[in-house]
T-cell receptor, first 112, second 113 residues
Framework: GIQVEQSPPDLILQEGANSTLRCNFS?????LQWFHQNPWGQLINLFY???GTKQNGRLSATTVATERYSLLYISSSQTTDSGVYFC??????????????FGQGTELSVKP | DAGVIQSPRHEVTEMGQEVTLRCKPI?????LFWYRQTMMRGLELLIY????????DSGMPEDRFSAKMPNASFSTLKIQPSEPRDSAVYFC???????????FGQGTRLTVV
């Protein structure tokens, strides 16, 4: 099956710093999403980005589908950005459409 | 819309008991997913439904697990009998057509003692 690898596994930032999280996937995918799991456990959908670049405030994401990777940029980080960031891809097979496969996540800690 | 609603938020039960987790997807979404999150295995898809029909249940760990979706606004995940290794956070998610953004509920933290 598809392998989803995220890096780095852990990241500690000082408030105000910028960071880039990476997601590599082993096969063509229909769909890629980035999620943030906050310290209370809630999973928040950040981006639906099968290709191209999107921006939402201090966050932006870029997916290069032909090279099988996606990047999540966090600028001017805040303590509320802390948590685990997951990349999830959708299997391309027609009979498995909709099945999201998650990476192991990047745990981000932003210090004041 | 209130988002995906799961109940209960927390469940503590004794080994051997039946556990039923509930989910109400976002109105209008036609795909529903059940995930399990553990430290060891991360987020795993257990089963997903499209238009109330189970499409892929290959992630359901054992026959002790079963899931139903009797209508577009309700789904259950049942574990019978429960075991301590079933302890995890169980998430329900929904999306439109299964290929758009997936939205997650707040999860049910299950502890089997």
């Amino acid at each position: 099956g598809i392998q989803v690898e995220q890096s780095p596994p852990d990241l500690i930032l000082q408030e105000g710093a910028n960071s880039t999280l990476r997601c590599n996937f082993s096969d063509s995918v229909n769909n890629l999403q980035w999620f943030h799991q906050n310290p209370w456990g809630q999973l928040i959908n950040l981006f639906y980005i099968p290709s191209g670049t999107k921006q939402n405030g201090r966050l932006s994401a870029t997916t290069v589908a032909t090279e099988r990777y996606s990047l999540l940029y966090i600028s001017s980080s805040q303590t509320t950005d802390s948590g685990v960031y997951f990349c999830a891809v959708e299997h391309p097979s027609r009979n498995q459409g909709g099945k999201l496969i998650f990476g192991q996540g990047t745990e981000l800690s932003v210090k004041p | 819309d209130a988002g995906v609603i799961q109940s209960p938020r927390h469940e503590v039960t004794e080994m051997g008991q039946e556990v039923t987790l509930r989910c109400k997807p976002i109105s209008g979404h036609n795909s529903l997913f059940w995930y399990r999150q553990t430290m060891m295995r991360g987020l795993e898809l257990l089963i997903y439904f499209n238009n109330n029909v189970p499409i892929d249940d290959s992630g359901m760990p054992e026959d002790r697990f079963s899931a139903k979706m009797p209508n577009a606004s309700f789904s259950t995940l049942k574990i019978q009998p429960s075991e301590p290794r079933d302890s995890a956070v169980y998430f329900c998610a929904s999306s439109l057509s299964g290929t758009e953004q997936a939205f997650f509920g707040q999860g049910t933290r299950l502890t089997v003692v």
